[in-house]
Each structure stands twice: as structure tokens, then as C-alpha cells.
């Protein structure tokens, strides 16, 4: 297993002095915050749409990283359900766990290729899920283990045992058995990476947007498994978001909401579960430009609300 620095891989790729932004966290960390973390969609000078129509050859090496010759999402395999909820108990006892001892209580975890994982924190460490691989960055080195039980995962990973403490006054899923061997299937672990990343690729497009007034980061949650970002001004702030599924809609969904509905009545809050709007999957997959569709989903959402 071999040491990962995404915007270091994407500078060798296109050489010279080209300064290239990727959506993965990258070393070094950051101790400073508010955030304690990159932004890794911030600055640099290189279009991927159009250094891929130069260099075709790399189409699959942007795909994976959700840069441009973006794929396409199908629906989840049978297992993915199971699989989620194992990588959700995962990510709430282990993963979080991780970056919060080091990082000032910060919790909140972002989109890796294969998966999610932390931002960079610490002496350059990184915990991350890789399909059904854990991954554990330190440095130069890297090493990694099959994702067993929540204990050998806390033992890889946090030198002890699993700790949820933190999140029993937040709506996270309870640890349950530590020694149960976690239901993490291969191909159902690499369609929540790829979720993950279409929902980055597309919510750091929207968050760049100058009608995106005041954006916060995108984060992946940890208690609630999605990832969003917040922006408008106070008294219209809204949370657009991307969630692999939950109890009440099994399936992955776009998310807008907002307590600021009731001044701003419309036909596109047509959330069942809770106060916002819904995009599924289903509704998703069938569509010729997914990511077009996405946004165009949330920027009338945005705008319905900034009137």
C-alpha cells in the first residue's frame, strides 16, 4: 500500500508549472482553523474538462477522481443497504474517532478515491476506506487491513477500542457488537465512493458559484452519512446535500432544506420525510447528464429560496 498525496498526482500528471485542484484532501495538514482541514476545490489554474479534451488517454485516471469524462451512476448493488450501514457504524466509532483527537474535536470526514475518509491531520495522517479496505496514512508509509469488526478496526486504527461516546447526543446509529464482523461488500463499498464522489463533484461546482452567497465546506457528516455544504444569507440559509440513504428513504437521494420554508412556499419542497426537497436516485440514473440534472435540481432550489 503505497503513500497518497491527490494533488501531488495531479501536478506529476500535468506536469510543468501548472498548478491543478483535485477534490480529495492532500498533505500537508492544517492545523489552523476554523477549519483544520484543505480546501482542496480552492484556486489553482487547470480546466479539467478541457485538458481532458487534449489528453483523451487520461479519461479513466479523471473519472476516477471525478474531475471530468465524469461516469456514469447505475443503481446500487443488492448489498448495499447492509454494506452502508456497516461503513456508517464504521465511520462514527473508528474513522471520526480518528481525526478528532487530533484535530480539536472536528469531526466531519470528505470524499476519498474509493471512498471517504478524513482530511489530512496530525503528523500527515490519514484514515480512509478504500471498497472494503482501511486505510491508515502516516507520513510516507500507508498501511492497510481488510475492515473486519468495529474492534480489530479501532485496533488498526485508534490503538484501543472503538469509541461512539462522542456521538450518543447526535442522531448516529448505535455501535452495536464491536466484535460482529462488519456486512462490508466489496462493489457495494465502491458505489458509496462513487456516490460520494459524484455528490462532491457536483456540490463543489455549486458551492463555486457566485449566486451560492457565503458557502461553508462541503463535509461528509459522520452521524448522518451525508455530505453537504450550507450558503444564502441568514433568515434564507439552506443545506444542499447528498445522502447515500437513510431509514426513511433506503435509497441515495439530493437533498435541499432549510428552516426557512414557511416564508417560501413551492412545489419543489416535495420531501415526505422532512422539510426540503428530494432528489432520488432512481429519478437520476436514467437521465442522459446526471450531473447537469443535479444541479440544475439544487441552483432552482438556491434561487427559489435567494428571491
Known amino acids: 500500500?503505497?503513500?497518497?498525496?491527490?494533488?501531488?498526482?495531479?501536478?506529476?500528471?500535468?506536469?510543468?508549472?501548472?498548478?491543478?485542484?483535485?477534490?480529495?484532501?492532500?498533505?500537508?495538514?492544517?492545523?489552523?482553523?476554523?477549519?483544520?482541514?484543505?480546501?482542496?476545490?480552492?484556486?489553482?489554474?487547470?480546466?479539467?474538462?478541457?485538458?481532458?479534451?487534449?489528453?483523451?488517454?487520461?479519461?479513466?485516471?479523471?473519472?476516477?477522481?471525478?474531475?471530468?469524462?465524469?461516469?456514469?451512476?447505475?443503481?446500487?448493488?443488492?448489498?448495499?443497504?447492509?454494506?452502508?450501514?456497516?461503513?456508517?457504524?464504521?465511520?462514527?466509532?473508528?474513522?471520526?474517532?480518528?481525526?478528532?483527537?487530533?484535530?480539536?474535536?472536528?469531526?466531519?470526514?470528505?470524499?476519498?478515491?474509493?471512498?471517504?475518509?478524513?482530511?489530512f491531520f496530525g503528523a500527515d495522517e490519514q484514515v480512509r476506506v478504500d471498497g472494503p479496505i482501511l486505510v491508515r496514512q502516516q507520513g510516507a508509509t500507508a498501511s492497510s487491513a481488510p475492515i473486519t469488526s468495529l474492534n480489530e478496526a479501532a485496533a488498526f486504527v485508534l490503538d484501543g477500542p472503538p469509541d461512539a461516546g462522542w456521538a450518543a447526543r447526535l442522531d448516529a446509529p448505535p455501535p452495536g457488537d464491536p466484535d460482529e464482523q462488519l456486512p462490508v461488500e466489496a462493489a457495494a463499498s465502491e458505489f458509496l465512493g462513487d456516490w460520494y464522489g459524484f455528490a462532491w463533484s457536483v456540490l463543489e461546482e455549486l458551492r463555486a458559484e457566485?449566486?451560492?452567497?457565503?458557502?461553508?465546506?462541503?463535509?461528509?457528516?459522520?452521524?448522518?452519512?451525508?455530505a453537504a455544504f450550507n450558503c444564502l444569507p441568514e433568515g434564507r440559509r439552506a443545506t444542499f446535500g447528498a445522502s447515500p440513504g437513510d431509514a426513511a428513504t433506503p435509497e441515495p437521494y439530493l437533498y435541499v432544506t432549510s428552516s426557512s420554508l414557511d416564508a417560501v412556499p413551492s412545489e419543489l419542497w416535495n420531501a415526505t420525510a422532512f422539510r426540503g426537497g428530494v432528489l432520488c436516485l432512481r429519478d437520476?440514473?436514467?437521465?442522459?447528464?446526471?450531473?447537469?440534472f443535479a444541479l440544475q435540481f439544487f441552483r432552482a432550489r438556491r434561487d427559489r429560496l435567494a428571491r
Open 1 to 119: 500500500m503505497c503513500a497518497r498525496n491527490a494533488r501531488r498526482e495531479a501536478q506529476e500528471l500535468v506536469g510543468g508549472d501548472r498548478d491543478p485542484r483535485v477534490l480529495e484532501p492532500s498533505p500537508p495538514a492544517v492545523t489552523e482553523g476554523p477549519w483544520f482541514a484543505d480546501d482542496p476545490a480552492v484556486g489553482g489554474n487547470v480546466d479539467w474538462s478541457a485538458w481532458f479534451g487534449s489528453h483523451p488517454e487520461h479519461g479513466e485516471w479523471l473519472a476516477d477522481r471525478w474531475l471530468a469524462n465524469h461516469k456514469r451512476l447505475e443503481p446500487p448493488p443488492p448489498a448495499f443497504v447492509e454494506t452502508r450501514v456497516a461503513l456508517h457504524r464504521l465511520a462514527v466509532s473508528v474513522i471520526s474517532p480518528a481525526r478528532q483527537r487530533a484535530s480539536s474535536g472536528k469531526m466531519a470526514l470528505r470524499w476519498t478515491l474509493g471512498g471517504f475518509g478524513t482530511p
Open 210 to 226: 457566485a449566486a451560492s452567497v457565503d458557502p461553508s465546506r462541503v463535509q461528509l457528516w459522520p452521524e448522518h452519512f451525508d
Open 284 to 292: 437520476l440514473v436514467g437521465v442522459e447528464d446526471q450531473r447537469g
